[in-house]
């Protein structure tokens, strides 16, 4: 490592490192963005991860990638001059606008290499596969933020070596290339798809110093000539610094090594299988969540006479499943082959409970259902219990306020139950929910929705909804999905927060500074 590490930066050439042991046929390429490793120990650590990537053998492209902190002091110098010297506001302001060009600049500089890195990939691997004996029977290309726009760029740019190359699927990550490229000629030379995961969420792409519509944000427009090529998959919860973290989960996700395909096919609830891993809503919100939380959902919902789960059950597809299922009516399911969808379990809960908007419910953001659907359900829960019970969940609601992460608190007080709860603070009180079992939960939510059930008769009343169950799984999901969004947030606003605390900047002209979508 420490070779390769010294080489690299000497000769500024990227160069090929081998994570693990060879693992069968099938090659997975890895390249990396911007500011991604910033010694030796953070490219080892990285190393070994992929290294844990089981069914393939594993080598990442380390190219000169720059890192932000590789002269951290030289574009504040200007700034500590100016209060050293004490030249005031005016002069600080001066010099904090510079270190602002001098990150710019530096990004500027990283990004004019791609071109070059780009040109070199393919011909490159293809001589280093030689060179090491390594037979492969496909070749999966993963990039990540600036690392996608090589690896796009290199088939461009290589169209003849990409043909000759086993290049199967392209799994870009947080990509930060124009949603425009020519996608048909990137598609051409795969056996497989063009993987695009986006997310709303990736503050990163959102402040990148150009205009540029990334599709680390945004859906590749896909074309019917495209439809059979390019998969755009939305991972709502991830910021621009989840995808490496979280990369076991990407690429289980989205099958890039065509693990689930024989087990479809002689599954005989395949239907439901693909419906439970298609629904972008629920089933990458199960497989991020928390043990506590799988359990509670499998509790809750093996309290279910018909449920087809015991509640020893921890695994996001067969609780996703079962959700489903228990969100349609029976002989519904049995017609169309698997349940419905959690959009439509959430607008059915907050239908039943009464919930009201001032616009149509199926254009109602989904994070706007659940924060609706748990303030009630907390407001009436807290109602049901007993004055000591209710001494330690009001406890509970303070600690968690303390808790409190990021720059900007939204809590208030003043406020009902949940309304100005962050992810933060409104897990904190699901937890006490959690921690109480869903066998004590039940009951109490089950009462919110008893007069709806008095409308229901006959077969409808025996074949329907899980009226007692929905309600606390749209709860504890919302509260999986604004963890995470708020622990991506974090992430994001980090390094902003140094600067901030640092130079003890007005905080509101900084979140001004952060678009919103």
């Known amino acids: 490592m420490q070779h390769q590490w010294d080489e690299m930066h000497r000769t500024r050439k990227p160069t090929f490192v081998r994570c693990g042991e060879p693992q069968g046929d099938v090659l997975n390429l890895y390249v990396h963005g911007y500011s991604a490793f910033f010694n030796r120990q953070q490219l080892g650590n990285f190393k070994e991860q992929l290294a844990g990537i089981e069914g393939s053998t594993n080598v990442m492209l380390f190219w000169p990638a720059g890192h932000f902190l590789e002269n951290l002091f ?10 050293l010297g004490g030249g005031g506001l005016g002069a600080a302001t001066v010099g904090v606008g510079k270190a602002i060009a001098y990150f710019l600049d530096h990004y500027k500089s990283v990004e004019a290499r791609v071109d070059e890195v780009a040109k070199s990939l393919l011909p490159e691997l293809a001589t280093y596969l030689h060179s090491e004996s390594l037979q492969v029977r496909r070749i999966n290309l993963i990039g990540h933020s600036l690392g996608a726009r090589i690896l796009v760029k290199s088939v461009l740019a290589n169209p003849e070596t990409a043909r000759e190359l086993p290049l199967d699927n392209l799994l870009l990550m947080g990509g930060a290339i124009c949603t425009s490229s020519p996608w048909d000629a990137v598609a051409a030379p795969l056996k497989g798809r063009v993987i695009n995961c986006h997310s709303s969420k990736d503050w990163a792409l959102a402040i ?5 519509r990334c599709i680390g944000r945004y859906a590749i427009p896909v074309t019917p000539a495209l439809k059979a090529k390019v998969t755009n998959v ?10 490496w973290p979280q990369l076991q989960t990407v690429v289980q996700y989205t099958d890039l090594l065509h693990e689930r395909r024989g087990m479809i096919r002689s599954d005989q609830r395949s239907s439901e299988v693909r419906f439970a891993e298609e629904d972008a ?7 991020q969540a928390r043990p506590e939380e799988l359990k509670f959902l499998a509790e809750l919902m093996a309290q279910k006479r018909s449920t087809s789960i015991d509640a020893t059950v921890r695994e996001p597809l067969k609780l996703a499943i079962e959700l489903q299922r228990m969100g349609g009516d029976t002989f519904m399911n049995m017609a169309r082959g698997h349940g419905v969808s959690y959009r439509q379990i959430a607008e ?4 039943r409970l009464g919930i009201k908007f001032d616009q149509p419910l199926a254009t109602v953001e989904l994070p706007d259902l659940e924060a609706q659907v748990a303030d009630r359900l907390i407001e009436q829960y807290k109602d049901k219990l007993s004055h000591a019970d209710r001494l330690v969940f009001d406890a509970e609601l303070q600690a968690a306020a303390q808790k409190e992460q990021g720059l900007f608190s ?9 309304t ?3 992810g933060t603070a409104l897990a904190g009180l699901t937890g006490f929910i959690l921690r109480r079992g869903a066998a004590t939960a039940i009951p109490v939510v089950g009462q919110a929705v008893a007069a709806a059930m008095l409308l229901v008769t006959g077969v409808r009343a025996f074949s329907g909804p899980a009226y007692s169950i929905t ?3 749209v709860l504890v999901i919302g509260v999986i999905r604004q963890r995470m969004e708020r622990e991506a947030l974090n992430q994001e606003m980090d390094l902003v927060a140094q600067v901030v605390e640092a130079f003890d900047l007005p905080r509101d002209t900084v979140m001004r500074t952060v678009p919103s979508d």
């Open 74 to 83: 030289a574009p504040f110098k200007d700034v500590l001059g100016a209060v």
């Open 208 to 212: 990148k110093p150009d205009s540029e």
């Open 234 to 243: 939305h991972l709502a919860t991830f910021d621009h610094a989840a995808y």
């Open 281 to 287: 809503e629920l089933f990458p919100a199960l497989v």
């Open 348 to 351: 059915d809960v907050v239908q």
């Open 410 to 418: 939204r809590f208030d007080r003043g406020r009902s139950a949940t």
């Open 420 to 422: 100005a709860l962050s």
């Open 471 to 473: 309600p606390l799984a």
